[in-house]
C-alpha cells in the first residue's frame, strides 16, 4: 500500500499497482463555487464524458452524471487511470448516452 491523492485531494491509502495507472486529466474543471461539490447527488443520468489524458490523450468514457452545476458535470466513471469514482468536466464535454 501507498499513500495518493483521492478524488477530493485528501490523501489515502491505495495499492501501489493502481496508482501507477493514474493518469492526470487535462479537462477537469471544478465548480465556481466550492460548496457545490458538497450538493446532494441526483437521478443518475446516463451519459458520455470526454475525459483528455495527459498520456493517453482524448477518449469518451461511459458514466452517470449524478450533479451538475453550470458549467461543469460531476460524472461517475469507472476507469483505473481516474483517481476516484468521477471528475467534474465541463459541460460541453457530455453528452447523454
Known amino acids: 500500500m501507498a499513500y495518493g491523492p483521492n478524488w477530493h485531494g485528501m490523501r489515502e491509502f491505495a495499492p501501489v499497482h493502481r496508482l ?8 477537469q474543471e471544478w465548480p465556481p ?3 457545490a461539490r458538497y450538493f446532494p447527488r441526483r437521478k443518475p443520468i ?8 495527459e498520456n493517453d490523450g482524448e477518449v469518451w ?18 476507469d483505473k487511470r481516474i483517481d476516484g469514482f ?11 448516452a
Open 86 to 96: 468521477g471528475l467534474w468536466v465541463p459541460a460541453s464535454d457530455v453528452r447523454r
Open 33 to 35: 463555487d466550492p460548496i
Open 61 to 78: 468514457l461511459p458514466g452517470e452524471a449524478i450533479r451538475w452545476v453550470r458549467p461543469v458535470v460531476f460524472v461517475r466513471l469507472d
Open 20 to 27: 501507477s495507472l493514474v493518469q492526470k486529466v487535462t479537462n
Open 46 to 53: 446516463a451519459v458520455q464524458a470526454r475525459v483528455d489524458f
